[in-house]
C-alpha cells in the first residue's frame, strides 16, 4: 500500500526558501499525480500545488504561484516544492498527498487518497 512522507519543513526568515521533498515508502509515486497543501492553525486545508504522472500537468493556488515551483524525479522516487521568497503567511504544516485521479486546477483535498503526516514549516524573523 502506497504511504508518503514529507521532509525539509523547518524555520526560515521571511524572503527565505526551503524545499520540501515528498517520498514513497515501500511503493512507488510513478503514475501517481501528487499534491501539496497545507494547513494554518485555526484554518482549512488548502491546496499549494499539483503535478501529473508524467510532468505535463502542473497548477499552483494564486497564492503562491511566481513563488513556488513543482516537481517530481520518479528515478528518486520523489516529489519536491521548492519554496522561495516565503512570506510569514506561508507558516502551516505541508502535506504531500497522492491520488488516483489527476492534478486539476482546482487542488481539492477529496480528490487526494493517501496522505502523509505533514512537515511544519515557519516563516518568521
Known amino acids: 500500500q502506497l504511504q508518503v512522507v514529507e521532509s525539509g519543513g523547518g524555520l526560515v526568515q521571511p524572503g527565505g526558501s526551503l524545499r520540501l521533498s515528498c517520498a514513497a515508502s515501500?511503493?512507488?509515486?510513478?503514475?501517481?499525480?501528487i499534491g501539496w497543501f497545507r494547513q494554518a492553525p485555526g484554518k482549512e486545508r488548502e491546496g499549494v500545488a499539483c503535478?501529473?504522472?508524467?510532468?505535463?500537468?502542473?497548477h499552483y493556488a494564486d497564492s503562491v504561484k511566481g513563488r513556488f515551483t513543482i516537481s517530481r524525479d520518479d528515478a528518486k522516487n520523489t516529489v519536491s516544492l521548492q519554496m522561495n521568497s516565503l512570506k510569514p503567511e506561508d507558516t502551516a504544516t505541508y502535506f504531500c498527498a497522492a491520488t488516483l485521479y489527476y492534478c486539476k486546477a482546482a487542488i481539492t483535498r477529496d480528490d487526494y487518497e493517501v496522505w502523509g503526516r505533514g512537515t511544519q514549516v515557519t516563516v518568521s524573523s
Open positions: 503535478i501529473n504522472s508524467n510532468s505535463r500537468i502542473i
Open positions: 515501500a511503493y512507488t509515486l510513478t503514475g501517481y499525480p
